[in-house]
C-alpha cells in the first residue's frame, strides 16, 4: 500500500472490554513499532517487530497488553480489560532496511469510558 | 524521565524562522529524527541526521548537530501558517527503537 494504515482511526470501549487495533504496514517492510501517545505528551515505545526474530515487548505496560504479528504483513494490539488508563492514540509505524526511518500510520484514537 | 527533551512551546511570527531545540542522552544514536505531527494525524517524517554529520540542509528545513553537546536543532526558514504543528525530535537507539521527546507546539502568528 501507499502507507501505513490503521484501523478504527476511532474506538470508544466501556472499561472492562477488550479491544483490538489493527496494523497494514508498508508493503515489504520488515520491522513493524507500536508506539502509545497519551494527550499532550511525547511516543511510548510498546512492541517491535523485526523479520521473523522474536519480538521485543519491553515497552508493553503490563500483561492486559499483547501483540502478534503474522510473517511480515498485519499485525494486531489487543488490550484486555481495559481501564481509563489506556486512553490515548496508538500509532503503528514500519521501516524496511536497517536503520531506514519510520512511516507511521494515522492513528487508533482510543477512548475508555 | 525523558531521555529526550524538547522545550513544549513556540511562538513565531509569519514569515520568520523558526528554531526548535533538542537534547538527547545516548552518545552511541547512530541516527536523528525530526518528526512533523499536525492534528488528528501520525507522525511525518521530516529529515533526519546521521551522527557523524554537523549539518543536513533540506530546502526550508536546517539541522545542525552538537554532538558535543548532544544538542540537535531545526530551523524553519520562512515558517508558514502550515507549519503550525507539533514537532518531534527522536534519537535511534540499539538502531531500531527510537526515543522520542515530549514534542514541541509550533504556533505560527500572522
Known amino acids: 500500500g501507499a502507507g501505513v494504515s490503521q484501523s478504527p482511526s476511532n474506538k470508544v470501549t466501556e472499561k472492562g472490554k477488550d479491544v483490538e487495533l489493527r496494523c497494514d504496514p508498508i508493503s515489504g517492510h520488515t520491522a513493524l513499532y507500536w508506539y502509545r501517545q497519551r494527550l499532550g505528551q511525547g511516543l511510548e515505545f510498546l512492541i517491535y517487530?523485526?523479520?521473523?526474530?522474536?519480538?521485543?515487548k519491553s515497552g508493553l505496560p503490563s500483561d492486559r497488553f499483547s501483540a502478534e504479528r503474522t510473517g511480515e504483513s498485519v499485525s494486531t494490539l489487543t488490550i484486555q480489560r481495559t481501564q481509563q488508563e489506556d486512553s490515548a492514540v496508538y500509532l503503528c509505524a514500519s521501516s524496511g532496511v536497517r536503520n531506514s526511518p519510520l512511516h507511521f500510520g494515522n492513528g487508533t484514537r482510543l477512548t475508555v469510558t | 524521565g525523558e531521555d529526550v527533551e524538547q522545550s513544549l512551546f513556540l511562538s513565531v511570527r509569519e514569515g520568520d524562522s523558526s528554531v526548535i531545540n533538542c537534547t538527547y542522552t545516548?552518545?552511541?544514536?547512530?541516527?536523528l529524527y525530526w518528526y512533523k505531527q499536525e492534528p488528528g494525524a501520525g507522525l511525518q517524517l521530516l529529515t533526519y541526521i546521521f551522527s557523524n554529520m554537523d549539518m543536513k540542509q533540506d530546502q526550508r528545513l536546517t539541522v545542525l548537530l552538537n554532538k558535543k553537546d548532544k544538542h540537535l536543532s531545526l530551523r524553519i526558514a520562512d515558517t508558514q501558517t502550515g507549519d503550525s504543528a507539533i514537532y518531534f525530535c527522536a534519537e535511534a537507539l540499539r538502531d531500531y527503537k527510537l526515543s522520542f521527546g515530549a514534542g514541541t507546539t509550533v504556533t505560527v502568528r500572522a
Open positions: 517487530f523485526q523479520g521473523n526474530s522474536a519480538p521485543d
Open positions: 545516548d552518545s552511541s544514536s547512530t541516527y
